[in-house]
């Protein structure tokens, strides 16, 4: 289980962002005992720097009863309620203000914390604090799929697509509750292992983008060196997609990230490492092509939970080692080792 303060880490480097000395700060001084706790506190300091600087304005369409003309007169609701005599219309218009996809579903997700039992009283407290400081015109709106994929869909990037993370992550983590208008119970998303996954992949992938500058970090796909009688058989092949590639002139370092319990299994009464992972690893070295003097190296990487565990083979003339990384010591001592581990 990852300490939580060492979580923070792991979600910023994720979210492709630094950590910030003024988080830092609350998450390195804050006792928490569960990540729901980390997560709010979070999201109560991006929520109170974004105001501070400002939240973002767009454009809204509003229908209203006015006295004076604006925008598209609705004759329909005007006549059917009579509004002409009395000198009233109704008007569709575009409004420039704070009432955004964003910013109430921020809003709505604070509501949410603000009613969870499950946070300490004083930290509801400041949920309640920061929330009167939004505007009056912004509806909070209750985090769900549809919502979080809209929001998505517009791309809101630096400080704005870390509130989103931020906000996405807390809906993942709560559990699903008969009364929408109740208090919401949330689980620790720790123990679930896809989501975890996913998290380890892209902290891995982004710590390296952030961290160092000798090789270039992405995620590509790797095309398969093989020959069909029919071209359209060569579409049935499945994708291979790297979680992690670092390229340099001399190098290329394919690295995989596995997020399971132990790098080793029992077979037959011995410990084992698990197939299907060195079996993905060996089919993305064989087929990726390299330039001349490039070497070519694998790695797969676990988090350490059951064993340490450090070997090193030549699979078909390539460097491949297999090491786990143990992300429940202090932080300094984790981003050590990923940046030894491609030295």
């Not at 609701?77 to 109430?104: H, Y």
């Not at 790098?263 to 079996?279: D, E, F, G, T």
């Amino acid at each position: 289980m990852i300490p939580i303060q060492n979580l923070y880490y792991l979600l910023c480097y994720a979210w492709n962002r630094l950590p910030e000395r003024e988080e830092l700060l609350a998450t390195e001084t804050g006792a928490f005992h569960r990540p729901l706790e980390l997560l709010t506190r979070v999201l109560l300091v991006a929520t109170r720097r974004q105001l501070r600087q400002g939240l973002p304005v767009a454009y809204t369409e509003r229908t209203e009863e006015l006295g004076e003309l604006r925008g598209r007169v609705q004759l329909a609701p005007t006549l059917s309620r009579d509004l002409l005599r009395r000198g009233r219309i109704v008007c569709e218009f575009d409004e420039l203000g704070p009432d955004t996809a964003l910013t109430r579903l921020v809003l709505g997700t604070l509501q949410q914390l603000s009613r969870t039992r499950s946070l300490p009283t004083a930290l509801r407290h400041e949920v309640r604090v920061v929330m009167r400081r939004f505007p009056a015109a912004v509806t909070p709106e209750l985090p769900t799929a549809a919502t979080l994929r809209a929001v998505r869909r517009l791309r809101p990037v630096g400080q704005l697509g870390f509130l989103l993370s931020v906000c996405e992550l807390i809906y993942q983590s709560a559990l699903p509750t008969p009364d929408a208008t109740g208090a919401t119970r949330f689980r620790d998303f720790r123990r679930d292992e896809t989501l975890m996954a996913r998290i380890f992949e892209q902290f891995v992938r982004n710590f390296y983008r952030l961290e160092q500058r000798r090789f270039r970090v992405l995620s590509e796909t790797i095309q398969w060196q093989a020959e069909a009688e029919a071209p359209d058989a060569l579409h049935l092949l499945p994708t291979m997609i790297t979680d992690t590639s670092l390229e340099s002139p001399e190098r290329k370092i394919i690295l995989d990230t596995k997020y399971y319990a132990a790098a080793l299994k029992p077979r037959y009464n011995q410990q084992k490492l698990i197939s299907p992972h060195l079996y993905q690893l060996y089919a993305y070295l064989q087929n990726q092509p390299i330039a001349p003097e490039q070497q070519l190296e694998g790695i797969l990487l676990y988090p350490a939970a059951a064993q340490a565990l450090d070997v090193r083979y030549s699979l078909g003339g390539h460097p491949v080692r297999i090491i786990t990384l143990d992300l429940s010591q202090p932080w300094q001592q984790i981003a050590n080792e990923l940046l030894r581990l491609i030295d």
